[in-house]
C-alpha cells in the first residue's frame, strides 16, 4: 500500500488533536457544572426527545425543499431525493473535521439518476449561498441583541461585536456574489495559472470551474421569484431552531423559564458554533462550554446551557445515524464518491 500523502497524513493529525481536545473540554465543562444536574436535566426532556427529534427533521426538509428550488430547471430533484441525500452528507460532515467538501460531494452523487453533476453542485452552491446570508443574519442580530440588552464580560462583549462585524461583512460579500458580477475562484485559478503555482488538476478543471461559478452567480438575475421563497425556507430553518431551543429549555430549567429572545440568543450562538468550529467533529465540548457561558449571562444557569448542548448532542447523532443507514443502504461506493469529488 502506497504511504499516506503527507497533506492528508496532517488532516488526520489534526483531526485526531481537535477529536481529543473537544473530548477534554466536554468532560471538564460538565465536571464543572455536575453531571448529576446534566444527567437529571437529560432525563426531564423524556419523551419530548421525539418531538425535537421531529423539529431537527423538519429543518432538514427545509433545508431540502430549497435545494430543489436551488437547481436550474429542467431537472428531476423532488424532495423525497435531496432529503436523504442532505441526511447522508451531513452525517459524514458531523463526523469528520473539514467535513465540508466530503459532505457536499456525498450529496451530488446521492442524486446523480436525478439529475447532471454539475447541476447538483450547482444547486447544492446556491442553496449554500442562501443559508450562509440567513446564518450571518441570526448571528450578527443575535450578538447585536446580546451586546444591548445584557451585561457582559468585557471579552464575551469584543467576541459578540467582532462575531456581528464578520457576520455581516459575509452579508456583503454574499450579495455582492449573487449579483453575478464576479469570479473569485476563476480568477484565483487563472491567476495561479500564469504564476505556474496552480496544480495540474486544477488546470484541467480551470473550464468546468468557470461553468460552475457562471451557472451559481448568476442564479438570482436568471430565477428572479426563487429568492424569496428559499429563504423564507432558510429562516423556517432557523425558526425550528429557535422552537427547538424553547422547548428543550422549558423541559430542564427548575427556575427561571425560557423566553422567546433567549431561546434566539442560544440557537443564534449554537450558529456561530457551528460555523467556528467545523473543524471539530460534532463541536464537542465546544457547544458545551459556549451554550454554558450564554445560559450564565441570561440567568438560567450554566447547568441548562450544558445541558441543553448535549441534548443536542444526542439529537445530532440519532440523525447522524440515520444519515449513516441511509448511506449503507445506498450502497455509495468510495470510487463513485472520488469522481463526485474529482468532476
Known amino acids: 500500500m502506497p504511504p499516506e500523502p503527507p497533506t492528508r497524513a496532517r488532516r488526520s493529525v489534526g483531526s485526531l488533536v481537535a477529536a481529543v481536545l473537544g473530548l477534554a473540554l466536554f468532560a471538564y465543562t460538565v465536571r464543572q457544572t455536575g453531571f448529576e444536574e446534566v444527567v437529571e436535566g437529560f432525563r426531564r426532556v423524556g419523551a419530548a426527545f421525539i418531538v425535537i427529534l421531529a423539529l431537527a427533521g ?48 456525498t450529496k451530488a452523487a446521492l442524486v446523480r439518476h436525478r439529475v447532471t453533476l454539475m447541476g447538483a453542485l450547482a444547486g447544492i452552491a446556491v442553496e449554500n449561498l442562501f443559508y450562509t446570508v440567513s446564518v450571518a443574519v441570526v448571528i450578527a442580530g443575535g450578538t ?24 455581516l461583512a459575509f452579508i456583503v460579500v454574499a450579495l455582492a456574489l449573487a449579483s453575478g458580477r464576479y469570479r473569485p475562484l476563476t480568477r484565483i485559478a487563472t491567476w495561479l495559472e500564469r504564476l505556474a503555482l496552480a496544480p495540474g488538476a486544477l488546470v484541467r478543471r480551470t473550464g468546468k470551474l468557470r461553468r460552475l461559478e457562471e451557472q451559481v452567480y ?95 448532542k444526542a439529537r445530532v447523532l440519532v440523525w447522524t445515524g440515520v444519515g449513516v443507514a441511509l448511506l449503507a443502504s445506498r450502497g455509495l461506493r468510495p470510487a463513485e464518491l472520488y469522481e463526485a469529488r474529482a468532476d
Open 58 to 105: 423538519l429543518r432538514l426538509a427545509a433545508r431540502a425543499w430549497g435545494w430543489v428550488l436551488c437547481t436550474d430547471r429542467p431537472h428531476d430533484l423532488r424532495l423525497r431525493d435531496t432529503f436523504p441525500a442532505l441526511v447522508s452528507g451531513d452525517a459524514l460532515g458531523n463526523l469528520t473535521p473539514l467535513g465540508l467538501f466530503v459532505s457536499e460531494a
Open 144 to 167: 447585536l441583541a446580546l451586546v444591548t440588552m445584557f451585561e457582559l464580560p468585557a471579552a464575551l462583549r469584543v467576541v459578540s461585536l467582532g462575531a456581528s462585524a464578520v457576520m
Open 218 to 312: 448568476t442564479f438570482v438575475r436568471r430565477h428572479p421569484s426563487v429568492p424569496l421563497p428559499v429563504m423564507l425556507l432558510e429562516f423556517a430553518y432557523h425558526g425550528a431552531g429557535v422552537a427547538e431551543v424553547y422547548l428543550t429549555v422549558a423541559l430542564i430549567a427548575d427556575a427561571v423559564g425560557p423566553t422567546l429572545l433567549t431561546a434566539f440568543l442560544l440557537e443564534s450562538v449554537n450558529r456561530f458554533i457551528n460555523v467556528a468550529f467545523k473543524f471539530v467533529p460534532l463541536r464537542l465540548g465546544v457547544d458545551e462550554a459556549g451554550s454554558g457561558l450564554l445560559a450564565q449571562v441570561l440567568g438560567l444557569g450554566s447547568a441548562v446551557g450544558v445541558t441543553l448542548a448535549v441534548v443536542r
